[in-house]
């Protein structure tokens, strides 16, 4: 966040020195606040030259010319939300408030576009039926329920568009139009988005036969039904460092079995243990493919995720498991969506929607 403290001018302030504060700055742009530092205006170059053809005199005051509205977006925002709102209102600078109102900083369009872009194509697997949320996906595709406001599937596309990932595929089968309807080429995002289209279920891995080309580096492919935090410029990076055609996330998962479990040796007791807790890594629904990875997956027909992993093993390629310590949630069930949308705010508590 860029320090505005020199581009603060109060209300009393003149054209003049609204001029001065945008020359000696390098956003070209002057913070009208009030005593409290509230935004009440902002000034631009374009404000000040629509004065003077307006024969106004650089002695008026600022307010005579401010933006009296202007936009601007709560301190802590997502880079694809400020990204967004700046493309859709043709600005460069978006002031940062908090919830007061108080500028808090400022954000310029230039700022996040010199983030670095990763060219790893990111597939997205979202033609599940989602059975076991019925009737919530009777006509509706699971990935495109609403989890904290929007579809699942956005914020996942959202969290890869924060990282720097711009190049997306995603796999359509059960009501793929209503996705690709809502998506389109990604412009929305800033990003391109392609599709694939299942005319048949064929699993996690056997989906990625049908892309349109050989991909030259590896591809992250994320199933569309998942809430996660991970940092996936990290799990490119592990794969990378791990010499692995494949890696795999994996997610500890633990389950306390309610009651005292009885070990025995033939007819004999050998020990009781009350409500044990097991702990184990389970397939988390994320991974990293080397494109040589593809090459070890049959056309036309139904191959999961763990099948090619297993395959992989089996002809002698490395596969690595990335283990997950940030936030992960598989929305499989109602009460997965229902805790979602208890954890959504909380797990993301830097996306702040619709302060603008």
Known sequence: MTDITALLIPATASILDAIRCIDGGSLQIALVTDGERRLTGTVTDGDVRRAILRGLPLTAP???????????????TRDTDLLRLMRT???????LVDGEGRVLGIHTLDQILQKPQHSNRVVLM??????RLHPLTENLPKPMIAVGGKPLLETIV??????????????????????RDYFGSGQKWGVEIEYVYEEQRMG??????????QPDAPLIVMNGDILTSINFVQ?????????????????????????????VDGHRLVRITEK????????????????????????ATFFDMPSLFETLGTVGHATAAFPIREYWLDIGNPR?????????????????????
Do not use: C, W
């Not at 209102?89 to 002031?95: R, S, Y």
């Not at 959202?158 to 996705?179: A, K």
């Not at 807790?277 to 629904?285: D, T």
């Open 62 to 76: 600022v307010t005579e010319v401010m933006n009296r509205t202007p936009h601007k977006a709560l301190a802590g």
């Open 158 to 179: 959202e969290n890869f568009v924060e990282q720097g990932f711009h190049r997306f595929i995603i796999s359509l089968n059960y009501r793929g139009d209503m996705i």
């Open 336 to 356: 997965d969506l229902a805790r979602a949308e208890v954890e959504f705010d909380t797990v993301f508590s830097s996306v702040a929607r619709g302060g603008v």
């Open 126 to 131: 979202a033609g599940g039926l989602g059975k």
């Open 89 to 95: 209102h043709e600005i460069h600078q978006l002031p």
């Open 235 to 263: 799990l490119l990076r592990f794969h990378e460092n791990s010499a692995a055609t494949a890696t795999m996330a994996v997610y500890e998962h633990s389950v306390q079995i309610p009651y005292g479990v009885v070990e």
């Open 276 to 299: 044990p807790e097991y702990r184990a890594f389970i397939n988390a629904g994320i991974y990293v493919l080397d494109p040589a990875a593809l090459d070890h997956i049959p056309r």
């Open 204 to 213: 996690t891995a056997g989906s990625l036969a049908l892309l349109p080309e």
